[in-house]
């Protein structure tokens, strides 16, 4: 197996040579890539069904049906995406034209997160192929089926020099962030970003970084309480919660929390049964490590709904919590499962003034009628996106930039965003060499009255 320096090499090599750089070379890549997931469909489906219990139509909601979305997308729009944008130049320009080139990188790693293991790895991989780069490949370790899948379809249809796949832990990631690389993009945890920037800074790369955070649900005393609650269920039990854009906590106005509780418990026994440890389309934990961290949430404030466990299984409950203060651990982490904990406010601008006074959210959500109080939450508060009336539902489309803001990341992608990020913004001015504007040069009677 080659070191992780050699491969870089080798992918230097490959870009140096102009080769990823033609629109039809790059959208047969595209299209390749395409193929590839559709030939290898059945073993991906059984991928993740061992990583996490997922289930047929989870993963092609959310994994394969959103890469095949993005994909077609990018394949419609490259063209348009690749042309260079004409720019205005001002009086003092004249004859000139002015436009703004889009350069591929170079080589980019692309280092992604367990929880949406095909997905997180393949999305920013089509932003960086389609902009023209190389891509070395790291999916988490966690979710090794789909990892070993993963490095076997992409060894059997690219060139390793034009697109490959490093499997292993975090020493093997922290050998290959050593790396000279042009661009890094990571998803992961917030603590795991900051060291990824650190080594990054060392060679100067660019990065995106795709995080998490504590996003929370606001649901208001005017919201439509019946919807508010299946699609506040939705966003929270797919995936058991293991999401980064989850609601991580409810924070319901006094009045509205009975009748919101009540219908979110309807809703998840409509979704998952009366058992969900028992239904087999329900997804399970990653690993013990992280069931056990979860379990410890189970004994906080009072169990409103589900709060059972099979350790066996690696299941956990959907659970609601109440009783809870901010005070409380599980108001501390990210909770990354399948457990809300419910916080209510009497007053929206307290609700207001208490999110602001943590870390800003990849994500928050409002649920309520009011247009002025829609967009005051919209304006006052900062998070990297989110939804008015829903949950997640706004990072499935691809005209939306998808990413985090302080403690939830840096850049964004999805859609013609991954295109940019994965592209520098060149600047060319082409000069006409017809005259020649005098004013600039010693001498000239603008500089002489400028003195
Ligand atoms: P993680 O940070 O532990 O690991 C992510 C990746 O980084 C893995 O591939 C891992 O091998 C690698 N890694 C770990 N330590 C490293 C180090 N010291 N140096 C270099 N690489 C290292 O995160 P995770 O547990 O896989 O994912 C969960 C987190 O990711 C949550 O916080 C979640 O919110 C976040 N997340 C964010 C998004 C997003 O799009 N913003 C999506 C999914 C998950």
Known sequence: MKQPAEIVADQHAFFMNGNTLDYLTRKEQLKKLKQMLKDYETEIYQALKIDLNKSTHETLTTELGF?????????KNLAAWMEPSKVAAPITHKGTKNFIMKEPYGVSLIISAWNYPLQLALAPAIGSLAAGNCVVLKPSEYAKATSLILAEMIQN???PSYFTVVEGDKEISEELVKQRFDYIFFTGSTEVGKIIMKEASTNLTPVTLELGGKS???VDEDANISLAAKRIVWGKFTNAGQTCVAPDYLYVHEKAKFKLLKAMKKYIKSFYGKDPLKNDEYTHIINQKHFNRLEQFLSTGT??????ADRELLAIEPTILDRISWNDPIMDEEIFGPILPVLTFNHIEDAVVKIKSREKPLALYYFGESDKTQQQIMQFLSFGGGSINDTFYHLANPHLPFGGVGASGMGSYHGKYSFDTFSHEKSILKQTTKFDMPFRYPGSKLAQSVV
């Open 67 to 75: 890469l095949y979305s993005e994909l077609d997308f990018a394949i």
């Open 157 to 159: 249809t690219f060139d």
């Open 216 to 218: 929370p649900v606001i």
């Open 303 to 308: 169990v409103l709904h589900g709060g059972n």
